[in-house]
């Protein structure tokens, strides 16, 4: 029986061991979890940043604006403009 009993208790022992490595293992992959989380966080705050900037760059009043004072274009006058249509297969306009 004194053999058994030692067997046993390094058994329990060997479990313990393995319950303290496991919990450590829990904790570090909760702590890259966490990081990672965080990371994915910042990621999505900067897409909506960038979705805002590129909403405010592609507004018609800024590329207007942007067309007449850095390009010097200007809308050309309204006789200056000639429509031109294109005839399709059947002949149509």
């Given amino acids: 029986m004194g053999k ?6 390094a058994a329990v022992v060997v479990c313990a061991v393995a319950v303290v490595e ?3 293992r829990n904790r570090q ?6 990081a990672l989380q965080s990371e994915r966080d910042a990621h999505v705050t900067e897409w909506g940043q960038l979705l805002l900037e ?5 507004q018609h009043r800024r590329i207007e604006a942007t067309a007449r004072s850095r ?3 200007d809308l050309p006058d309204p006789r200056q ?3 031109i249509r294109s005839q399709s297969a059947g002949g149509r306009q």
């Fill in 22 to 24: 496991l919990r450590h």
């Fill in 54 to 58: 590129e909403g405010a760059w592609s």
């Fill in 4 to 9: 058994q009993f030692f067997v046993l208790v």
């Fill in 81 to 83: 403009i000639v429509v």
């Fill in 71 to 73: 390009l010097g274009m």
């Fill in 29 to 34: 992959l909760y702590v890259q979890l966490q």
